[in-house]
């Protein structure tokens, strides 16, 4: 069962008639010389606020995919570096390990090979 607003609610009819109505009251107050222009300059207006907000809306698209790509850029330089970096300063260490673990084998592989001898 549907029900009706209170008798206080305008309905949706009563809010655009008096719409009309009162901007019908504007241009009647109005010069008749004046009436283009003011309709002129309202939707103007209206168009200008369009674009603006058009522009405003396609700026910060365009914003958020550029920062999104200079980032991901510059943090992708800052991994490459500190890689770098880091696999210079693994180096030493790393032929270090290297250089033991061929003379442990050598020595593994000379001992076995002097035990084994015929």
């Known amino acids: 069962m ?3 607003p209170p008798r206080y609610v305008p309905t ?16 009647s107050l109005a010069p008749a010389a004046s009436l283009p222009t003011l309709s002129g300059q309202l939707q103007t207006h ?4 369009q674009l603006r907000q058009q ?9 958020d995919i550029e920062l999104q790509r200079r980032i991901r850029e510059a943090v992708s330089q800052l991994a490459l570096e500190h890689a770098h970096k880091l696999f210079e300063a693994l180096k030493p260490q ?4 290297i250089s033991q673990v ?11 090979a002097s035990t ?3």
Do not use: I, M
């Open 55 to 63: 522009l405003l809306t396609r700026t910060r698209q365009y914003l």
């Open 102 to 112: 061929v003379e442990e084998a050598v020595q593994q592989a000379v001992a076995h």
């Open 116 to 118: 084994h001898a015929p």
């Open 2 to 4: 549907q029900k009706s």
């Open 12 to 27: 949706l009819t009563q809010v655009v008639t008096d719409t009309l109505v009162s901007r019908e009251n504007v241009h």
């Open 46 to 49: 209206e168009l200008a606020q």
């Open 94 to 97: 790393l032929e270090a390990t």
